[in-house]
């Protein structure tokens, strides 16, 4: 895995060294496992704008109610178990009026 890393590092320094005609001298190292690359001061702004602006595919917010952020795909919070959001208030005023058919009663 530490290869997958660096190489990617790697591959981002070079990137963004093509924009940059008079490269100059690192200003930061990262180290992945015995690995150190060497960072130029623009490759590390770029680092940390995109580590700052990168959001988990995973994250749907915060829930209305406990304010934990573990919310499923129903926007159902893992923490309370409660439904958030305006879909998630349409979600169970929906199943609360839910009546099954006949043949299942």
């Given amino acids: 895995?530490?290869?997958?890393?660096a190489e990617a590092l790697r591959q981002f320094n070079a990137r963004l060294d093509v924009f940059d005609p008079a490269?100059?001298?690192?200003?930061a190292s990262v180290r992945v496992g015995e690995q150190v690359i060497a960072l130029r001061a623009p490759v590390v702004?770029?680092?940390?704008?995109?580590l700052l602006r990168y959001q988990?595919?995973?994250?749907?917010?915060?829930?209305?109610?406990?304010?934990?952020?573990?919310?499923?795909?129903?926007?159902?919070?893992?923490?309370c178990g409660r439904p958030s959001g305006v879909f998630?208030?349409?979600?169970?005023?929906?199943?609360?009026?839910?009546?099954?058919?006949?043949?299942?009663s």
Wanted: net charge negative; glycine share 8%; proline share 11%.
């Fill in 1 to 5: 895995m530490d290869d997958v890393v």
């Fill in 23 to 27: 490269p100059g001298p690192a200003v």
């Fill in 45 to 50: 702004k770029a680092l940390t704008e995109a």
């Fill in 56 to 79: 988990d595919p995973r994250d749907r917010g915060v829930c209305d109610h406990c304010g934990g952020p573990r919310l499923d795909d129903n926007f159902v919070c893992a923490d």
């Fill in 88 to 104: 998630g208030r349409l979600l169970a005023e929906r199943v609360s009026r839910y009546e099954p058919p006949a043949e299942l």
